[in-house]
């Protein structure tokens, strides 16, 4: 054991918000995702116990107003609670009036959870800039007493040594005290040797003879920090972040706990009140900001609520109902009072855990029905099997990987008055949009989408979207040449043919971020091609797509409810 004490902090934040994932997951999504805060944060302080070692949790103020119980048990423990920021925002995305409310509302939320003061900051994502000591005096005027916002590594740290040191921040009556992570010099450059990514992504032995040449160099202690999520190795892996981003986020997930062990075992570590000989006192009494009490403002209705079944189809998409249960929850609060929600999830012949894992979100509720395949026949076999178990006229269908966004049904369903039959999701609607799709898939479904509307009755922008709201009574009796993705065009243009009016919605279509798609696009692409040759083709005679048929009951049968 080296009796020489370091420092050790840790990032309190879970794997959806984080920086590889900003541009994809923004902060209105957060509540959807299902939290694996409490069991990495509890594996985090059981490694810390058996070491011996203290730590700061710089902890995300939102986490804390939802998870208080976990940071408290984190201050139980003898550990620092400090803060991240509410949200996870870099300095340069903030005005300082946002940085100073954003600090506010994180600390408020943190105290409110431990019952002590906050005495440290760091800045969620990149450095706070060393060129203006204004953000250093808020945070010190508002009670800080640390800071551990500097990264002091590349080019620009050459000639500014004092920053990669411990040191005093000072001005006019103020002062705190920078911890800044760890840096050596490689060719005249500093280098980042301390924890997280940077331990992680570097080979095990480069990183440990790094840290030797440091510790012989520098009488400064080590400061190593690790995340939370980096100890939850079986973390849903979003796929819509790019190359670059997954293996930031994903790559020696499974190594890092035995290099945490290696570090903890080797060394002593010790918080950074510890270190500064500080200890929090108990936390002021403040009255809650306006922006931390919700304020429900009822939807205007009149009448009883709507009756509405959302039908979901299921194919191997275990990873990603969390997710979906995130959503509907937020749907069903948002729209109380207004709609009376029952929902049908149809698993389509899933070889994972999907079935298992509906019945443990979905299973024990009375306003749910779960429907199996016995094996897989294509979502529009499972949009059609929910459609006919559905308990109420007005029936939903989503994407399992909601890239629609479901809350845009208290919006959809309104549209289906008594003398429409079906509303259409259109993402290539001038008021609608597309968010990290490859335009190469843009141009073949909009150049698809475009045939059809020179020989369809409805000429929208878009046709394809599984997201729509049906009237069950319509739709019951359709019968389809076509069970898998054609399928749901079949759906349109069977309608369309018939006579039945549709109302086109603008909505944004995202690529889905848990889980792969099933699609294979270039197959959809060609079937379309023979499906316009059809209705071309019937055209000059009467057409099959005009009448409705009577079901046959091998389809849609439900197996194996619970």
């Known amino acids: 054991m080296n009796e020489r004490q370091h420092i050790l902090s840790v990032n309190l934040e879970d794997y959806f918000q984080v920086a590889p994932m900003r541009q994809i997951i923004p902060h209105r999504y957060w509540p959807r995702f299902d939290l694996r805060i409490e069991k990495s944060t509890l594996a985090a302080l059981d490694l810390l116990d058996r070491h011996g070692a203290t730590a700061t949790f710089f902890t995300i103020g939102w986490l804390a107003e939802r998870c208080p119980d976990l940071v408290a048990e984190i201050a139980r423990r003898g550990h620092d609670v400090a803060s991240k920021g509410y949200l996870h925002r870099r300095f340069d995305q903030m005005t300082p009036d946002e940085f100073r409310d954003d600090f506010l509302r994180s600390r408020n939320a943190i105290e409110d959870a431990t019952g002590k003061a906050v005495l440290g900051y760091r800045i969620a994502e990149g450095s706070l800039p060393v060129d203006d000591l204004a953000p250093f005096e808020m945070l010190a005027r508002e009670g800080v007493r640390f800071d551990s916002s500097v990264r002091p590594f590349g080019p620009r740290f050459m000639l500014r040594q004092a920053w990669r040191d411990i ?101 002593t570590f010790r918080s950074i009140s510890e270190h500064l000989g500080l200890e929090a006192g108990a936390a002021v009494v403040r009255a809650k900001a306006p922006e931390q009490v919700e304020v429900k403002v009822a939807a205007k209705q009149t009448g009883p609520a709507r009756k509405v079944t959302i039908v979901t189809p299921c194919f191997n998409e275990e990873e990603t109902l969390p997710y979906l249960a995130g959503n509907l929850a937020s749907v069903e609060k948002s729209s109380e009072g207004v709609f009376d929600f029952s929902y049908v999830f149809v698993d389509d012949g899933s070889r994972d855990g999907t079935w298992a894992k509906l019945n443990e979100l979905f299973g024990r509720r009375e306003n749910v029905q779960l429907i199996r395949h016995a ?188």
């Not at 990987?401 to 259409?424: G, I, K, N, W, Y």
Request: charged fraction near 25%; hydrophobic fraction near 35%.
């Open 167 to 267: 040191r005093e921040v000072q001005g006019d009556g103020w002062s705190l005290t920078e911890i800044p992570l760890s840096s050596d010099r490689f060719m005249g450059v500093p280098v980042p040797v301390t924890g997280g990514n940077y331990m992680r992504q570097m080979p095990h032995a480069l990183h440990d003879n790094r840290l030797r040449a440091y510790l012989s160099r520098r009488d400064q202690p080590w400061h190593l920090y690790f995340h939370v999520w980096e100890l939850d190795a079986d973390q849903p892996r979003v796929s819509a972040t790019t190359r670059l981003g997954r293996i930031r986020q994903y790559r020696n997930l499974d190594g890092m706990r035995e290099r945490l062990e290696d570090s903890l075992s080797r060394f």
């Open 375 to 562: 094996q897989n026949r294509g979502i529009a076999a499972a949009t059609m099997t929910g459609i006919r178990a559905a308990r109420d006229e007005i029936v939903c269908g989503i994407d399992c990987d909601c890239s629609f966004d479901p809350h845009e049904l208290a919006r959809m369903v309104p549209l289906l008055t008594p003398d429409v039959d079906m509303v259409q999701a259109s993402p290539y609607h001038a008021e609608g949009g597309v968010t990290n799709v490859p335009g190469w898939r843009l141009a073949l479904s909009k150049g698809v989408c475009a045939i059809y509307r020179r020989i369809l009755n409805h000429a929208f922008s878009s046709y394809t979207a599984c997201f729509r709201v049906y009237r069950r009574s319509k739709m019951a009796g359709m019968r389809l040449d076509d069970e898998g993705f054609m399928g749901i065009m079949e759906i349109f243009v069977r309608l369309d043919q018939s006579g039945a009016r549709i109302v086109e919605f603008p909505a944004v279509l995202e690529s889905r971020l848990l889980g792969t798609s099933k699609m294979k696009v270039l197959r959809v692409i060609r079937n379309h091609l023979g499906l316009i040759y059809r209705i071309l083709r019937e055209r000059r005679g009467p057409s099959s797509f005009a009448g409705e048929a009577t079901p046959d009951a091998s389809h849609g049968a439900p197996y194996g409810r619970p």
